[in-house]
């Protein structure tokens, strides 16, 4: 079974500075992708930023940039001068090529402070 | 606007009583999913569909049951045989068929809670 793994249960970030969350997974598949997803207090889930694993470039979506390590199988993603706004729940999950089901982390509970 | 509508936002069960969430997505997505989060947790997936007339058991299945009669629409029951129904509930959709990095779309979720 894939498994998607997030070492950090919770981080605090001052508001302006940068921080990031770890992910790393588990496959043995060389076609897949991989997401972030916020989840704030409201509870709907957000999608933050996706990166398909046959691109060496990171992606990146404003504040939002990944650093994506295929032989490592390691996706970080790093939120820059972190906004009061970005507190959440952050998941991290990966797809199959093939599949149509997604696998999620166990997710980081992400807290900036004033 | 294309989207999931999930409803109720809120839903109470009584002991021994099945109750059903509703999941209505117009993004002409060919699969859906439901998925359970308890408090402080992440997800995990009880149900998915890929096709109308079709769908998979997830890793939490037991005590749930769903159908997919129609592409736009995939109910969950949540049956008396679940006995700890107690948990936030999203459903979700993804195109299937358009290429593997779409993202799954979600609702805004049910809160059930047992009387």
């Known amino acids: 079974a894939q498994t998607v793994t997030q070492s950090q249960p919770e981080m605090s970030v001052q508001e302006a500075e940068t921080v990031t969350l770890s992910c790393t997974y588990d496959?043995?598949?060389?076609?897949?992708?991989l997401f972030w997803y916020k989840q704030p207090p409201s509870r709907q889930m957000i999608l933050v930023i996706r990166q398909e694993a046959y691109k060496q470039q990171n992606a990146t979506e404003n504040r939002f940039s990944v650093n994506f390590q295929k032989a490592a199988k390691s996706f970080s993603l790093k939120i820059s001068d972190s906004q009061l706004g970005d507190t959440a729940m952050y998941f991290c999950?990966?797809?199959?090529?093939?599949?149509?089901?997604?696998?999620f982390g166990p997710g980081t509970r992400l807290s900036v402070l004033p | 606007d294309g989207g999931i509508t999930q409803s109720p936002k809120y839903l109470f069960r009584k002991e021994g009583q099945n109750v059903t969430l509703s999941c209505e997505q117009n993004?002409?997505?060919?699969?859906m999913y439901w998925y359970r989060q308890d408090p402080g947790q992440g997800l995990r997936l009880i149900y998915y569909?890929?096709?109308?007339?079709?769908?998979q058991k997830g890793d939490i299945a037991e005590g749930y049951s769903v159908s997919r009669e129609k592409k736009e629409s995939f109910p969950l029951t949540v049956t008396s045989a679940q006995k700890n129904p107690t948990a936030f509930y999203l459903c979700?959709?993804?195109?299937?068929?358009?290429?593997?990095?779409?993202?799954?779309?979600f609702g805004d979720g049910t809160r059930l809670s047992i009387l």
């Open positions: 496959t043995s598949e060389s076609n897949y992708y």
């Open positions: 993004l002409n997505h060919d699969a």
């Open positions: 569909s890929q096709i109308v007339n079709d769908f």
């Open positions: 999950a990966f797809r199959y090529n093939y599949g149509q089901n997604f696998v």
């Open positions: 979700a959709s993804s195109a299937s068929s358009t290429g593997r990095n779409q993202p799954q779309h």
